[in-house]
């Protein structure tokens, strides 16, 4: 799956396939498929904007595992992409809790199967 998202008024490509875990794995030394199931829920981070949140609704979050897969998919997606403080340095802004859903998006892609 592919993806192109505007961050700080850049346009950025991310990109999932087959060896997006193991790049990460590459990466982090961390096991992509444990480190998604850590994580408790994402609805949680959907509520970011909402009247009702509250900040114990991401007690426990570890949003650098979302920073962290955001530049997999885009080095996935663009093998010139610096390492990861680098290229994240490059954006003025780089509003994480915007681009979960995306992200969401892009990790759920790597998880389901098209197999009928």
Same mark, same amino acid.
């Given at each position: 799956m592919e993806k192109t998202i505007v961050i700080s008024d850049k346009e950025v490509?991310?990109?999932?396939?087959?060896?997006?875990? +193991?790049?990460?794995?590459?990466?982090?030394?961390?096991?992509?498929?444990?480190?998604?199931a850590k994580l408790s829920s994402l609805e949680k981070l959907t509520k970011i904007d909402d009247e009702d949140?509250? @900040?114990?609704?991401i007690e426990g979050v570890d949003f650098t595992f979302f920073y962290n897969i955001a530049w997999?998919?885009?080095?996935?997606?663009?093998?010139? +992409? @610096?390492?990861?403080l680098s290229w994240l340095d490059s954006f003025d802004?780089? @509003?994480?809790?915007?681009?979960?859903p995306d992200l969401q998006e892009l990790i759920t892609s790597t998880l389901k199967t098209k197999k009928k």
């Open positions: 490509r991310f990109k999932t396939t087959g060896g997006s875990a +193991i790049r990460y794995k590459a990466q982090f030394g961390r096991d992509f498929f444990a480190d998604v949140f509250k @900040p114990e609704d997999v998919f885009a080095k996935t997606a663009d093998k010139d +992409i @610096p390492d990861l802004e780089f @509003p994480i809790i915007e681009l979960i």
